[in-house]
């Protein structure tokens, strides 16, 4: 597996193609991005990221932030001045870093970042995953782009590519399959820089036709604007500016701001941008009419008067599919996908055309292979039974995309034996085997008596084009329909197991109950009850909410009464 990463000047992020998709990867956590910060604290390891942040304020020597700012940099060059770090020359003019008794390349720095994200890919797909592709501006020159390579190779990684983050971003919105000679335009604004790259699709690869851009303009500026012309700190200017992206008008602190004073305030930065975009062009030797597409990257692209200026200097409206923080890290990751061959010879025949999967509790599918995963591959789950002294479990295999098994195909059933056992107390493993040939293998083992059953299923690759095409097509038009009846009978299934739970609690609890709680619980029940036979499923939620809340007290008297 090949790790892509997106290695920003505040922000990195990291993904990895699963099954044909890329995704990113969030940290333990659950935040997909990661601050570019690294604090040295004075005894024990470097911290990378979210705590690292919280510490600039109150120890900004011992934090470094930006080194993107300084990596492949001579002290001479004067951009180092602009990343806040002490800086001093090394042995052949390259820039050291101080921090506390420290003194560290940006390299070194840098790696630090790469390792933790590493690190948290590693823990979140349990592999080691030693290859890398690592995205950086275009305008980077060789010294900056070897420097970035041997960050990876410091943090473990080999570096299979340098990708140019316009490039990145292109492959993220799709845009390598707009046809040969494409053009298009790459518009990124983040907090810090601003870069605009014009490319070019040759044969399948992008080549980047120029570039332009300001490296000290950004989103940071805005707020610096705002602040000023609302009178407000500059962190309560960026928590403003970000509530007019999606509304005309917000409250803050009793007071009352309008987008369209932010938009007044914050038009002369944004015009700024004008003339790089001009200058771009005009180095493509392009006319705005030449271009195929224009992409906007960089958080501050969500701003609407951002997404309009754009739209008038290109003469057309930008692609907003994509997620403008996620846009490079997806690319990078997409190439990741093409460098490990994943990508390249998809055919239909090499795919799986529908997922497979076994229906489960309350006729719901269950998908253990998706649609489009590569052939040869395996995947599994562990099930329990749902019936107290259930001696077997049934396993329907179906395909298809619908919710709900029975708008499935069904492919073959087996009976899993197994010695009866409480509800929820059996084990059975069902792992599902597509190889090479197409031949489905379907085990499933009773993981006490460790016996195996097996089937094997012929059909599951050798769909007609029309079916899978009917397939897809019901399970878009049905999607509400599938998912309100998925959401509904996950819903119904926990009042199966909690009405007959509260039922036996309040009966063992008896007197200890006061009676208001049990009226209340009656009364709740009865609701329940009524929204089951209703099929209200918003009403179902949020009545089960309550009765959770409600009864969280019998359960822990219950406990008590048992160790007493
Ligand atoms: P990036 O460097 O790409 O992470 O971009 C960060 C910049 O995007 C910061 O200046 C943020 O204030 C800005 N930003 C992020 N989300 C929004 C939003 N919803 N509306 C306006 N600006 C945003």
């Not at 810090?192 to 120029?210: A, K, M, Q």
């Not at 293998?441 to 007609?464: C, F, K, N, Q, Y």
């Amino acid at each position: 597996m090949i790790a892509g990463i997106d290695l920003g000047t505040t922000h990195s992020l990291v993904g990895i193609m699963d099954s044909g998709f890329p995704v990113l990867i969030a940290d333990a956590d659950g935040r997909r991005l990661t601050p570019s910060a690294v604090w040295f604290p004075e005894c024990g390891e470097p911290v990378v990221g979210w705590p690292a942040l919280e510490k600039k304020p109150t120890h900004p020597s011992l934090v470094v932030t930006s080194v993107k700012r300084l990596i492949g940099r001579r002290v001479a060059e004067a951009a180092v001045s602009s990343s806040g770090c002490a800086v001093e020359a090394g042995p052949d003019g390259g820039v050291r870093i101080l921090v506390g008794s420290l003194s560290l390349s940006p390299e070194e720095i840098s790696a630090l970042i790469l390792s933790k994200l590493k690190a948290d890919l590693e823990m979140s797909c349990g592999v080691s995953v030693d290859r890398a592709v690592i995205t950086v501006p275009a305008y980077f020159n060789d010294a900056q782009r070897s420097a970035t390579k041997r960050a990876g190779e410091l943090a473990g990684f080999t570096v299979e590519r340098i990708l140019s983050e316009p490039t990145a971003a292109a492959l993220a919105y799709g845009l390598d399959r707009l046809g040969e000679r494409a053009r298009v335009a790459v518009y990124d604004l983040g907090g810090g820089t601003f870069d605009i790259s014009v490319l070019e699709l040759n044969c399948g690869v992008f080549e980047v036709l120029s570039t332009n851009g300001d490296t000290s303009l950004g989103g940071d500026d805005l707020d610096a604007a705002l602040a000023k012309a609302w009178g407000v700190a500059r962190f309560d200017a960026e928590k403003i500016k970000r509530a007019l992206t999606d509304s005309d008008s917000v409250e803050f602190d009793h007071h009352s701001y309008l987008r369209s004073d932010l938009d007044a305030a914050c038009l002369p930065i944004i015009e700024k941008t004008r003339r790089h975009c001009l200058r771009s062009l005009s180095d493509a030797h392009l006319e705005t009419s030449a271009l195929d597409a224009v992409v906007l990257v960089g958080g501050a692209t969500r701003m609407p008067i951002v997404r309009r200026f754009v739209a008038e200097i290109f003469g057309r409206e930008p692609d907003v599919s994509q997620h403008p923080d996620e846009a490079v890290a997806l690319g990078a990751t997409i190439q990741a996908g093409i460098l490990e061959g994943g990508l390249q010879n998809l055919t239909l025949l090499d795919v799986t055309p529908l997922s497979l999967g076994i229906e489960t509790f309350g006729g719901l599918m269950n998908v253990i292979i998706p649609r489009n995963t590569t052939i040869p591959c395996k995947a599994g789950e562990m099930f329990t039974n749902a019936v107290a002294n259930q001696s077997a479990m049934s396993i329907s295999v179906l395909q298809g995309e619908r919710e709900m098994a029975r708008d499935n195909w069904p492919l073959g059933r087996m009976d899993v034996p197994f010695p009866p056992s409480p509800k929820g107390q059996a084990r059975v493993g069902v792992q599902f085997e597509l190889d090479a040939n197409g031949i489905l293998h379907v085990l499933a083992r009773d993981t006490a008596s460790g016996r195996d059953t097996v089937i094997d299923i012929h059909s599951a690759v050798e769909v007609s084009d029309e079916a899978v095409e009917k397939m897809l097509g019901d399970s878009l038009e049905y999607a509400f329909e599938d998912m309100d009846e998925r959401i509904f009978t996950e819903a119904k299934l926990k009042a199966d197991e909690m009405l007959p739970a509260v039922d036996s609690a309040l009966n063992a609890l008896g007197e200890k109950v006061p009676v208001e709680i049990r009226s209340a619980i009656s009364g709740l029940v009865q609701k329940i009850r009524s929204a089951l036979e209703a099929r209200s499923t918003s009403d179902l939620k949020t009545l089960l909410g309550e009765l959770d809340t409600l009864t969280e007290p019998l359960a822990t008297a219950l406990l008590e009464q048992t160790l007493a």
